[in-house]
């Protein structure tokens, strides 16, 4: 876990004063942590029969496309509106200014489907619940949420009660 977080750069101040930012591009320039990091995502769920993976746009499409290939199944992205060209279904949350809304095909998933969530980073957990409620809506068995970072100081786990958790990195 070491070598993973020397990759990860503090940036103060962004994207605002009294931001310290978790830059992750880094890590992802260098292949053998990124492959590294993307197997530790999934080890825990290599025996949980995961028919789908999950990310967020748009770090999520990262480690989610990784975490699909392998585990050997599917990735379904989960967009902001408009990005998907199919019927969608929609779920909004709640932001520090406002809201903001996911959304989801709807033929990505049935009822047979075991999910797994991927995501760079858990902060206060509002993308994180949306997702989940998104992809539960469809039916879906969501089996656990993925991250490479955790922010502690933030309470994102607090957000998503009753939900397997695992992150790689925590700060």
Known sequence: MEQLKHLIRDIPDFPKPGILFKDITPL??????L????ELLVAPFLQEAISAVA????RGF???????ASLGCGFVPLRKPGKLPYATHRETYDLEYGSADLELHVDALTPA???????DLIATGGTAAAACRLLTACGATLVACAFVIELQGLAGRAALPGRTVHALLRY
């Open 55 to 58: 990310g967020m746009e748009a």
């Open 35 to 38: 492959r590294h990091a993307a």
């Open 62 to 68: 990262i480690f989610g496309s990784l975490a699909a």
């Open 28 to 33: 992802l320039r260098d292949g053998a942590a």
């Open 113 to 119: 489907d075991r999910v797994l969530l991927v995501d």
